[in-house]
Structures are given as C-alpha cells and as structure tokens.
C-alpha cells in the first residue's frame, strides 16, 4: 500500500473556492481504481492550508490517477488558488494488525 501526503495554501480570498475543488478532487478520486481512501482536511493551526491524506493499493494506481483529466482539472485550480504548496510525499507501507 502506498500512503500520499500533501498540502496547499489557499489565498485568503480563493479559501472556499480552493477548497470545494479539493473536494471534488477527492470525491472523484475515491472512485478511482486502486484508491483505498482519499480525504482532505482543513488543518486546525492554519486554516487557510488543506492537508490531503491517501492510501492507493499500489502504484500503478497512483500514476493512473495522476493522469487523469480530474487532477489537471484540480491541478489548474491549485494554480489559481493557491497560495503556496508542499510537495506532496508518497510512502510505501505495510498495516500492522493490531
């Protein structure tokens, strides 16, 4: 399994609009296949920044879903919105029963 982490900075002004469109990145990108889970969420010390958190079944999955027509359509919009962005970090990582 791969975990994917990242995060953008709206401008103050673009906050609702950047995030509705992280939103329906996310929406689209559960029913991708290969796509474990995807959620994004408004980080509680800085609320103008949205972190995602992912898990993809492996990594075929994960570059299907980055050519996609739904992430450059998400893509042009954290461009416009955004004020800044964190490169986005993927990991490769086992479950470990509890």
């Not at 103050?12 to 329906?24: G, I, T």
């Not at 990145?25 to 609320?47: F, K, L, M, Q, Y």
């Not at 075929?60 to 955004?82: C, I, K, M, S, V």
């Amino acid at each position: 399994m791969l975990i994917v982490i990242g995060s953008i900075t709206a401008k103050p002004e673009s906050f609702e609009v950047l995030k509705q469109a992280c939103v329906d990145h996310t929406n689209r990108s559960r029913a991708e296949p290969g796509c474990i889970s995807h959620a994004v969420h408004v980080d509680a010390e800085e609320p103008l920044r949205l972190f995602f958190f992912e898990r993809w079944s492996d990594m075929d999955a994960l570059r299907t879903h980055f050519t996609t027509p739904g992430t450059a359509t998400f893509l042009a919009a954290a461009r416009e919105h955004a004020a800044s962005s964190e490169r986005i970090t993927t990991y490769q990582a086992d479950a470990i029963a509890p």
